[in-house]
Structure formats: structure tokens, C-alpha cells
């Protein structure tokens, strides 16, 4: 495939340029297909043959930067690009490469500085806004192909709900307040009935909807890769953790110590993480009508 397609003179030209990810959000892109008649891909290595991004309208930039090989190319491509989109939470906040940056790892790679034919890791895995301006941000893991589309502008009627738990539809009920937490994949989901009335470490009251609540509609606790509602967007940590505290005081009786322990856990840490990412001092905080 070369993306050469001969389209009208009309027609966008976008480009994807993949740094240290997993190629989840492209996925997403190409099953999210009403975008090929009206945009020309011209350069995403996942598919498309070519070597170099010339000028493009639209540059969606997924995965995070790894390597100076990734920085090297975010900023060559970033010179080309009318707007850049930072799409996924590895290209948002570093995704799973950063929760990688061990000492002992960094110092046998950093070590080696003629290594050939393997770029050399920088010292931590970084958002792409540490490199380049960000005129978007599309975060997600990855972002649903209804997410792509109303980012490039293709569907015009997109609405999201400020938060998942808005867009799940499940019913807060005052007469189950469970004592404990159930783990992620223990215990049987009752169909209708809020994720947190049953007992189920759900932060979906937090997280930014747009996703149209794909994991918690079925039974699946929301974990937070759409990243903060607008309301935590410009706020500090404590914010949304005491708001996250209140929701649970409120709708449970699960002590405070074993809610902490569980929102600080592994399982946890690659996107409840990030909400903090948005407000970091030491860069001007990500402004939510930058945030789809």
C-alpha cells in the first residue's frame, strides 16, 4: 500500500508517525474507516510504504518518546505539520514504557554509547509535549475510532459526556453498599447496577467520557486511560483523589486505607497516574479545550 491514491484536490492530507508504542491506536484508526474517502494518509508506517513526511494538514503522533531516534523524528515531523495530535496515553503520558525506567536497566543501556543498529534509550520515556507544541490531545488506549473520526473532523455531531460514568447508563442504588473491594476479576457483574455499588474499584466518575463507556457498559471497571474529566484537567493530584475518596465514602463502606492501597496499585498506575501528568510544574499545564 502507498497511500498514492489519486483523490481530489479538496482532500486532507494526514500522516501517523509511530514512536515507542504498541500500534494499538492505529488499529484503532483503521477500524475507524469513513476517514478514507475524505483524508489521504500519506505516511504511517504500519501500512503505508513511504520513507518521509512531506507537508501535511493533520500529524497524529502515537507512543511516547523512547529513544533520540523517537525525539529525532517527532521533531523532523512536527516541522511539516499544520497540527499535531497527540493521540493514546503513551504519547500523552508515556504509557507502559515509562513505568519501565528502572535504574539498573537505563544504566546497562546508557552505558553502551557505540552501540550499533539499536537507537539509545534516553533517560525516561517521555510525553511528546516535552519535544513539540500539541495543538490536540486525543487520549485513550487506545482512542475508539469514533474518537479518531471527530478528531479529524469527520464527525461533526460528536457530543462526549463530561465523564465515563455519565455515558455507562449504570444505576447508583442506596440499598448495596459493599464493605470490601472485589478484585478485578473476581465476583459476578450484575447487569444494570453501578460498578461501585457492587464493589468494584471503578473511577469512571473521574474519567473523561468519549469513549461511550465501552468497559464499564459490560462489567469491566473504568481505569482511567481517557485520562481527567475537565473538572481535574488543571487541578493538582489531591484533587481528583479526594473527589474519587468522596465517591466511594459516599456510595460504600470500604474503609479509606484499602481504597488508597488499591488506587495506588499496579494495576492502577499506568493511567491513574498520568491524571497528574496534566498539571506538572514543571511544564504550563495542558488546557482542557485542547483535551477531546
Same mark, same amino acid.
Given at each position: 500500500?502507498?497511500?498514492?491514491?489519486?483523490?481530489?484536490?479538496?482532500?486532507?492530507? +494526514?500522516?501517523? %508517525?509511530?514512536?515507542?508504542?504498541?500500534?494499538?491506536?492505529?488499529?484503532?484508526?483503521?477500524?475507524?474507516?469513513?476517514?478514507?474517502?475524505?483524508?489521504?494518509? $500519506?505516511?504511517?508506517?504500519?501500512? $503505508?510504504?513511504?520513507?518521509? *513526511?512531506?507537508? $501535511?494538514?493533520?500529524?497524529?503522533?502515537?507512543?511516547?518518546?523512547?529513544?533520540?531516534?523517537?525525539?529525532?523524528?517527532?521533531?523532523?515531523?512536527?516541522?511539516?505539520?499544520?497540527?499535531?495530535?497527540?493521540?493514546?496515553?503513551?504519547?500523552?503520558?508515556?504509557?507502559?514504557?515509562?513505568?519501565?525506567?528502572?535504574?539498573?536497566?537505563?544504566?546497562?543501556?546508557?552505558?553502551?554509547?557505540?552501540?550499533?543498529?539499536?537507537?539509545?534509550?534516553?533517560?525516561?520515556?517521555? #510525553? *511528546?509535549?516535552?519535544?513539540?507544541?500539541?495543538?490536540?490531545?486525543?487520549?485513550?488506549?487506545? #482512542?475508539?475510532?469514533?474518537?479518531?473520526?471527530?478528531?479529524?473532523? *469527520?464527525?461533526?455531531?460528536?457530543?462526549?459526556?463530561?465523564?465515563?460514568?455519565?455515558?455507562?447508563?449504570?444505576?447508583?442504588?442506596?440499598?448495596?453498599?459493599?464493605?470490601?473491594?472485589?478484585?478485578?476479576?473476581?465476583?459476578?457483574?450484575?447487569?444494570?447496577?453501578? %460498578?461501585?455499588?457492587?464493589? +468494584?474499584?471503578?473511577?469512571?466518575?473521574?474519567?473523561?467520557?468519549?469513549?461511550?463507556?465501552?468497559?464499564?457498559? #459490560?462489567?469491566?471497571?473504568?481505569?482511567?486511560?481517557?485520562?481527567?474529566?475537565?473538572?481535574?484537567?488543571?487541578?493538582?493530584?489531591?484533587?481528583?483523589?479526594?473527589?474519587?475518596?468522596?465517591?466511594?465514602?459516599?456510595?460504600?463502606?470500604?474503609?479509606?486505607?484499602?481504597?488508597?492501597?488499591?488506587?495506588?496499585? #499496579?494495576?492502577?498506575?499506568?493511567?491513574?497516574?498520568?491524571?497528574?501528568?496534566y498539571f506538572d510544574a514543571d511544564r504550563p499545564p495542558r488546557k482542557k479545550e485542547k483535551v477531546l
Amino acid at each position: 500500500m502507498t497511500g498514492e491514491k489519486d483523490v481530489g484536490p479538496c482532500v486532507k492530507r +494526514f500522516a501517523v %508517525l509511530q514512536l515507542s508504542g504498541c500500534s494499538g491506536c492505529e488499529v484503532a484508526l483503521l477500524n475507524a474507516g469513513e476517514w478514507i474517502d475524505q483524508y489521504r494518509l $500519506v505516511y504511517m508506517p504500519l501500512v $503505508v510504504s513511504s520513507h518521509n *513526511i512531506s507537508h $501535511v494538514d493533520v500529524l497524529l503522533v502515537t507512543g511516547g518518546i523512547r529513544t533520540d531516534e523517537d525525539l529525532h523524528n517527532l521533531r523532523r515531523a512536527a516541522r511539516y505539520a499544520d497540527q499535531v495530535v497527540a493521540v493514546g496515553t503513551c504519547a500523552i503520558s508515556g504509557g507502559i514504557s515509562s513505568l519501565g525506567d528502572r535504574d539498573d536497566v537505563r544504566e546497562l543501556f546508557l552505558a553502551q554509547e557505540e552501540r550499533r543498529l539499536v537507537p539509545r534509550l534516553l533517560p525516561k520515556c517521555s #510525553p *511528546i509535549d516535552t519535544a513539540v507544541d500539541v495543538d490536540l490531545y486525543l487520549p485513550g488506549c487506545p #482512542p475508539t475510532p469514533e474518537l479518531f473520526l471527530a478528531v479529524l473532523q *469527520i464527525s461533526s455531531d460528536f457530543e462526549p459526556g463530561k465523564t465515563v460514568c455519565q455515558e455507562c447508563g449504570r444505576k447508583k442504588v442506596a440499598d448495596m453498599r459493599p464493605k470490601h473491594l472485589l478484585g478485578h476479576q473476581h465476583g459476578e457483574v450484575l447487569p444494570d447496577i453501578c %460498578l461501585i455499588n457492587q464493589g +468494584f474499584l471503578c473511577v469512571g466518575t473521574s474519567t473523561r467520557g468519549g469513549c461511550r463507556a465501552l468497559c464499564t457498559r #459490560p462489567g469491566h471497571p473504568c481505569v482511567g486511560c481517557r485520562g481527567p474529566s475537565d473538572a481535574f484537567i488543571e487541578e493538582g493530584t489531591e484533587k481528583w483523589l479526594n473527589v474519587i475518596r468522596r465517591v466511594f465514602s459516599k456510595m460504600t463502606d470500604i474503609p479509606d486505607d484499602e481504597l488508597d492501597e488499591a488506587l495506588r496499585s #499496579p494495576q492502577l498506575s499506568m493511567f491513574l497516574f498520568q491524571f497528574s501528568d496534566y498539571f506538572d510544574a514543571d511544564r504550563p499545564p495542558r488546557k482542557k479545550e485542547k483535551v477531546l
